[in-house]
């Protein structure tokens, strides 16, 4: 099973909406790497779910539950579904992200603008690690 983070605005679609639908297609990804990283994506796989702008944290743990297909709104990209696993104890912010020595290669640091980003497994030992403190 491979990690992920995933990007969203919590003013657009945020960790609440997502547990409160069960599920959604994460779809409008527009960015060839992002796009890459969601084609990658196996059934089972789990990724953070992260709030973008304003909060900047991890909040939740959602799984992918069926594999890339073309986005509905534009076949030139791609979409996965993914649904709640639960949310984190509390939320990770960047700042805890950038400030912890073993997380200084994680993409969102490194990439800091992609939406779609993987996750290595020592990472998200770290991450979770932050959110039960």
């Known amino acids: ?3 992920w983070l995933m990007k969203s605005e919590p003013e657009s679609y945020g ?3 997502l547990v409160r639908d ?6 409008g990804v527009r960015n060839n790497a992002a ?3 969601l084609k990658a994506m196996k059934k089972g796989d789990q990724a953070f779910f992260y709030h973008s702008m304003s909060d900047k944290a991890a909040v939740g ?3 992918v539950v069926r594999e890339a297909i073309p986005d509905p709104k534009d076949a030139d ?3 996965v579904r ?8 509390r939320p990770v912010t960047l700042a805890e992200i950038k400030a912890e020595p073993r997380l200084a290669g994680m993409e969102l640091i490194r990439q800091s603008r992609l939406s779609v980003a993987p996750v290595r497994d020592e990472e998200w030992k770290v991450v979770m690690e932050l959110a039960a403190r």
């Open 1 to 3: 099973m491979a990690h």
């Open 15 to 17: 960790w609440p909406d």
């Open 22 to 27: 069960g599920g959604t297609e994460w779809d």
């Open 35 to 37: 796009r890459l990283h």
């Open 61 to 63: 743990i959602m799984r």
């Open 77 to 79: 990209w791609v979409s």
């Open 82 to 89: 993914v649904e709640p696993v639960k949310a984190l104890p």
